[in-house]
């Protein structure tokens, strides 16, 4: 049975101006996909006037809190007391959001407590993404 938690954060958008402006997301983790992470935003702020899920490795959520990580869509690196940043890149430009450090460190616990890092079931990951990748061909 897969367990999945969600974890509301604040985030705060910063803008070409360097203003801050408030932005819910969602945290979540799911044991069924034990490698990644998911960052919900909700319709109202994002672009497309519709829900956007950014998926990416939760070894690369703990390392970026640390050291600066990531290459791709996806940088995150400490930034000042307390604060965490995280750069998302897509076609449509950039949202640099910066979040609490603390709520990502306690997000990353519980996912360590439901899935501890080195424990995840790879090959099972694997073999969900290529059928969906194929479509049980």
């Given at each position: ?7 509301p954060a604040r985030a705060r958008l910063i803008t070409a101006e360097d203003q801050e402006v408030p932005v819910p997301a969602t ?111």
């Amino acid at each position: 049975m897969d367990i999945t938690f969600e974890q509301p954060a604040r985030a705060r958008l910063i803008t070409a101006e360097d203003q801050e402006v408030p932005v819910p997301a969602t945290l979540r983790y799911t044991s069924g996909d034990p490698l990644a992470v998911f960052v919900d935003f909700p319709a109202e702020v994002t672009l497309g006037g519709e829900e956007v899920t950014w998926t990416f490795a939760r070894s690369l959520l703990d390392q970026g809190l640390d050291v600066p990580a990531g290459r791709g869509d996806v940088h995150i690196w400490p930034c000042g007391r307390g604060r965490t940043a995280v750069e998302f890149h897509s076609p449509h430009g950039l949202a640099l959001l910066q979040f609490d450090t603390q709520a990502l460190v306690r997000f990353l616990q519980r996912s360590h407590e439901v899935v501890a890092p080195g424990e995840e079931d790879v090959e099972a990951v694997v073999e969900r993404g290529l059928s969906a990748l194929f479509g049980g061909v």
